[in-house]
């Protein structure tokens, strides 16, 4: 591709993840930024993923994240509990083990009987635009704890943080797409994103090994629901994308990048021009300092899930839609999340 060079984050099973720097769109010439915003495009187009490095947010911002997440999962469990997931209309708060079930299925009955049978295994809280009237994320309490304070303003700034290269993210597909820069500007400049914090557990490792047969999965094989996703891992690793073959491979963490994938609302929105790939999360191979234990150690990472303005209507791109029809009815996006996410608590 002329003005930049794209390595292949992942290359199995005709699944090709590329690993694009983006600090050409971010500061390049026009031929540059061209190149970049084509690449992007042609990453969300062919695999739904693509990896990206000189993104903008710096390893010490990231590091401080995940620092103040991982303290925060350490917190007494009442005190935890306390702060509760509430509803679907405001998606903020504490999830304990086993009460989020990540699935493309629709419907609360099938969701619970998957639920029951193959738990995730993991822990998150929810955190989305401050000062949201009637929803208001749950922060421990600051008074007299200044761990709680840290906590809260790392993380509204990560917020802040995530949201202007998600901004930068869309310019660069309207770019490769053909249409103005700015196209999506007017769905993106409000916010209504969520920043989740997960911790995996340290499980034994006789929890992996079901006698009924069943994949014990971390987080089950499913799609997101929005636009794209940005995915802050650390170096245990455990994603998985489903290949075009139908198997799963590892997404295996590269230093210094965000993993980003497309969702559903996107590539419903590109009238399905962007794939939204199935993915979940496993227990990684085992690594040399594991060895003789009986457990595997916990794992964190960080997810950005990025939406439309809720109160943005959805329809195709202009675009993707003038040979074949529009493939959907428009629908707001907070609509459309709300359903999504009524299935899955």
Same mark, same amino acid.
Request: proline fraction near 7%; charge should be negative; aromatic fraction near 10%.
């Given at each position: 591709?002329?003005?930049?060079?794209?390595?292949?984050?992942?290359?199995?099973? $005709?699944?090709?993840?590329?690993?694009?720097?983006? !600090?050409?769109?971010?500061?390049?010439?026009?031929?540059?930024?061209?190149?970049? !915003?084509?690449?992007?495009?042609?990453?969300?187009?062919?695999?739904?993923?693509?990896?990206?490095?000189?993104? %903008?947010?710096?390893?010490?911002?990231?590091?401080?994240?995940?620092?103040?997440?991982?303290?925060?999962?350490?917190?007494?469990?009442?005190?935890?509990?306390?702060?509760?997931?509430?509803?679907?209309?405001?998606?903020?708060?504490?999830? !304990?083990?086993?009460?989020?079930?990540?699935?493309?299925?629709?419907?609360?009955?099938?969701?619970?009987?998957?639920?029951?049978?193959?738990?995730?295994?993991?822990?998150?809280?929810?955190?989305?635009?401050?000062?949201?009237? %009637?929803?208001?994320?749950?922060?421990?309490?600051?008074?007299?704890?200044?761990?709680?304070?840290?906590?809260?303003?790392?993380? @509204? *700034?990560?917020?802040?943080?995530?949201?202007? /290269?998600?901004?930068?993210?869309?310019?660069?597909? !309207?770019?490769?797409?053909? +249409?103005?820069?700015?196209?999506?500007?007017?769905?993106?400049?409000?916010?209504?994103?969520?920043?989740?914090?997960?911790?995996?557990?340290?499980?034994?490792?006789?929890?992996? *090994?079901?006698?009924?047969?069943?994949?014990?999965?971390?987080?089950?094989?499913?799609?997101?629901?929005?636009?794209?996703?940005? @995915?802050?891992?650390?170096?245990?690793?455990? /994603?998985?994308?489903?290949?075009?073959?139908?198997?799963?491979?590892?997404?295996?963490?590269?230093?210094?990048?965000?993993?980003?994938?497309? %969702?559903?609302?996107?590539?419903?929105?590109?009238?399905?021009? +962007? *794939?939204?790939?199935?993915?979940?999360?496993?227990?990684?191979?085992? *690594?040399?300092?594991?060895? %003789?234990? $009986?457990?595997?150690?916990?794992?964190?990472?960080?997810?950005?899930?990025?939406?439309?303005?809720?109160?943005?209507?959805?329809?195709? +791109?202009?675009?993707?839609?003038?040979?074949?029809?529009?493939?959907?009815?428009?629908?707001?996006?907070?609509?459309?999340?709300?359903?999504?996410?009524?299935?899955?608590?």
């Amino acid at each position: 591709m002329a003005g930049i060079t794209v390595d292949n984050a992942v290359a199995k099973d $005709d699944l090709v993840i590329p690993l694009i720097d983006f !600090a050409p769109f971010l500061s390049g010439d026009a031929a540059q930024k061209k190149s970049t !915003a084509q690449a992007v495009l042609n990453g969300f187009q062919n695999a739904g993923f693509i990896y990206l490095k000189n993104h %903008g947010i710096s390893p010490e911002t990231v590091s401080t994240v995940f620092s103040n997440s991982a303290k925060f999962f350490a917190r007494p469990q009442d005190q935890k509990d306390a702060l509760s997931w509430y509803s679907p209309e405001a998606n903020r708060g504490y999830s !304990a083990q086993g009460r989020e079930k990540v699935t493309d299925l629709e419907e609360q009955g099938d969701v619970g009987k998957l639920r029951e049978a193959v738990p995730d295994l993991k822990e998150s809280l929810e955190i989305g635009k401050e000062g949201e009237p %009637g929803m208001p994320n749950m922060w421990p309490p600051t008074e007299g704890d200044e761990e709680a304070k840290v906590f809260k303003d790392v993380m @509204l *700034k990560f917020h802040d943080t995530c949201k202007a /290269l998600h901004m930068q993210l869309m310019r660069a597909i !309207a770019l490769g797409m053909g +249409i103005d820069e700015a196209w999506f500007d007017g769905f993106t400049d409000g916010g209504d994103n969520t920043l989740r914090l997960l911790h995996y557990p340290g499980v034994p490792k006789s929890v992996f *090994k079901r006698a009924d047969g069943q994949l014990q999965v971390r987080a089950g094989e499913h799609s997101d629901y929005g636009s794209v996703t940005l @995915l802050f891992q650390d170096s245990r690793g455990g /994603l998985q994308v489903r290949s075009p073959k139908g198997t799963f491979v590892d997404a295996t963490p590269i230093p210094d990048t965000i993993v980003i994938n497309a %969702g559903d609302l996107l590539s419903r929105w590109s009238n399905d021009t +962007i *794939k939204s790939t199935k993915h979940r999360v496993v227990e990684p191979p085992p *690594k040399p300092e594991d060895d %003789g234990s $009986d457990s595997y150690p916990p794992r964190y990472s960080v997810a950005y899930f990025c939406n439309p303005n809720f109160e943005r209507m959805i329809e195709a +791109i202009p675009g993707t839609y003038e040979q074949t029809g529009k493939k959907y009815e428009g629908i707001k996006s907070g609509e459309y999340l709300v359903r999504r996410l009524t299935a899955t608590y």
